[in-house]
């Protein structure tokens, strides 16, 4: 485990409203790369403006997996059914409990989930309303007096 702390107080000194960037970043700290690697995933960016998550999730049912998402939090978690009592010689395929989260984006949005052949894959997609994107201001000048103008 990781025991080195980060003070990313400098960074947010002119900055207003990333109080969620530092907790973020604080709990990216706490975890070990043991932690994170349980199912298997990839994140991958397919445009400018579409990205996709595939996880390992073998023998999983889809039932059994939720995929949630709670503001700018996208949690994928399963409990799966306990065993039927079988007499295991070997085991060597995981199908226990997990549960990871992604820290989404503002205006990103889940376009679908889907699985196949043992991979849950979720389509997410940037969707700026259109008051929140960039517009040009125009400027107005005051109209100018007739004992200026002369």
Not at 86 to 91: C, G
Not at 128 to 135: D, G, I, Q, S, T
């Amino acid at each position: 485990m990781r025991t080195t702390t980060f003070d990313f107080s400098p960074l947010f000194r002119t900055a207003v409203g990333f109080d969620r960037v530092t907790r973020m970043l604080d709990s990216a700290a706490q975890y070990s790369d043991g932690d994170l690697s349980y199912p298997p995933y990839n994140i991958q960016q397919t445009d400018d403006e579409r990205y996709c998550v595939t996880m390992a999730v073998a023998g999983f049912k889809p039932a059994e997996i939720e995929v949630i998402l709670t503001e700018n939090t996208l949690t994928i978690k399963s409990d799966p059914e306990s065993e039927d009592g079988s007499k295991w010689i070997y085991k060597g395929i995981a199908r226990r409990a997990f549960e990871r989260r992604f820290q989404l984006a503002d205006h990103i949005k889940v376009e679908n989930a889907d699985m196949s052949d043992g991979l849950l894959t979720i389509e997410l997609a940037r969707e700026v309303p259109e008051e929140k994107k960039a517009r040009k201001i125009p400027i107005r000048s005051a109209p100018l007096l007739e004992d200026e103008a002369a």
